[in-house]
């Protein structure tokens, strides 16, 4: 049996004081050792967030690394600064990194080696535009994603990889994908990483759900066979969080 992993992507919110706020508020309403728990948060609140969530259930996770061990990189953070934060998590790939900050499955591919080379689980995120949706295209292009980004991962490290399947169309609109397409999607994914690897790396791997999860949808969503926990933005900034870390006992 797979372990959920709910993971909260705080985007560029949260002052450091304000991180440290957030979570006082929010670790004793996720307290719950059934399902992993991860607050991904902006590089600067990383090194206080780690102190402030010491003695709870929660791990800490970055929103972006760079693929180089150190050096003249402007701006970047290196795998060695977060590891020696306390960093266990690192999201790679979100669209929205893709769209803003011309990230491609290539360089995603380069930062996943880099991750687990550090010891550093990557939640690498995967979806497709509404366009691409209506064109019928969606799990190919997702698949061409998965491919590429598991380039190189072998399937020992692919077991312990966290993928997130994140259509476009539903982050930070509201609009939630329903249960059967979300589940259609990662049962694909998860077909895609058998191809790839074997049965037992893609009954090992872990697919979340991110796209405007709450805590009403997370229960449906959660329940479904290929749908191992979610990547969850707005709602991961507010008590409802704690909601969707306890979807059991809604
Ligand atoms: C995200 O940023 O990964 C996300 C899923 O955002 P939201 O939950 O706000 O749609």
Redesign the pocket.
């Known amino acids: 049996m797979r372990k959920k992993i709910i993971a909260g ?1 705080w ?1 560029m919110n949260m002052t450091p004081s304000e991180a440290v706020e957030l979570v006082n508020t929010l670790k004793p309403l996720v307290d719950n050792d059934e399902v992993d728990v991860v607050f991904c948060v902006p590089s600067i609140d990383i090194i206080p967030v780690v102190e402030a969530v010491k003695g709870s259930n929660i791990q800490v996770g970055a929103e972006n690394m760079y693929f180089e061990e150190k050096g003249a990189y402007t701006g970047e953070i290196s795998p060695a600064m977060l590891t020696d934060a306390g960093i266990k998590y690192v ?1 790679l790939g ?3 990194r893709r769209e803003y900050f011309a990230e491609t499955s290539g360089t995603v591919n380069k930062k996943m080696l880099k991750a687990f080379e550090h010891g550093i689980t990557p939640i690498m ?1 995967c979806g497709e535009s509404l366009e691409q949706r209506e064109q019928g295209v969606t799990m190919d292009f997702i698949r061409q994603q998965v491919k590429v980004g598991f380039q190189g991962v072998t399937a020992e490290q692919a077991k312990t990889a966290v993928i ?1 399947y ?1 259509p476009i169309w ?5 609009k ?1 994908a329903t249960t059967q397409q979300a589940q259609e999607v990662c049962k694909g994914i998860r077909e895609c990483i058998a191809e790839i690897y074997d049965e037992s790396v893609a009954e090992a791997i872990r697919i979340q759900y ?5 805590a009403e949808t997370a229960p449906d969503l959660f329940a479904q066979p290929d749908i191992d926990g ?7 900034l507010k008590p409802d969080f704690g909601k969707i870390v306890q979807y059991k006992q809604g």
């Open positions: 992507n985007k999201v979100h669209s929205e995120c997130a994140e539903a982050i930070g609109t509201g939630t991110g796209g405007s999860v709450n979610g990547l969850v933005g707005g709602a991961s």
